[in-house]
């Protein structure tokens, strides 16, 4: 039997080679449990991983509704409402939501371009939308753009309206500059 000199001269936990490394050894040596018990259930470590998973799927989906919630204030219509999955603990967790948004359009332009960009703060409010989440954002800068146009088109009518009184008004004193008698007058009166 061949004995090194290191392992004969020091018992086990004083070696040269140290006690952390030795302690290092030993956890490395010592068996993980597989399982672990959670709720009065015990669970393999593929288990609690998918645990994991769900516990952190659920925050990041109530957190998502939570912010269409807030920046949706008075569009909202009914709150949030969720999909779930059970875990292997038993209990339900969240992993899919939706917040019904009122998306129709106001009383006036106005009132409908204001709703928009409302609708779109809220369908971009969480930290990372989803691809419905920017469909419904585009729907709302469609109706924005509608609504633009509309308040558009209003003002020019307003403006072609003004413009056509002034042209009575400046037609009146081009017929009046064209009758050589009341044209004098015009000039002498003003000047």
Known sequence: MNVSPASAAYPSALRPEGTAALRGR?????PRPAARVVNGQELSAE??????????????????????????????RGGASYTYQVGPDGRRY????????????????AETLAKAERIRAAA?????????????????ARLAQEARAELAAARQGDGEERTEGRNRLIGAYDDAALQPARAGRLIDTQA
């Open 124 to 140: 971009l409010a969480p930290a990372n939308p989803s691809a419905q989440d920017y469909a419904v954002a585009a729907e709302a």
């Open 94 to 109: 969240a992993v899919g939501g939706e917040v019904r948004i009122d998306t129709s359009a106001g009383a006036t332009p």
């Open 26 to 30: 030993e956890q490395e040596d010592s």
């Open 47 to 76: 288990q609690l991983r998918l645990l994991d998973e769900l516990q952190r799927r659920d925050r990041e989906v109530r957190a998502h509704e939570a912010a269409h919630v807030a920046a949706g204030a008075g569009l909202v």
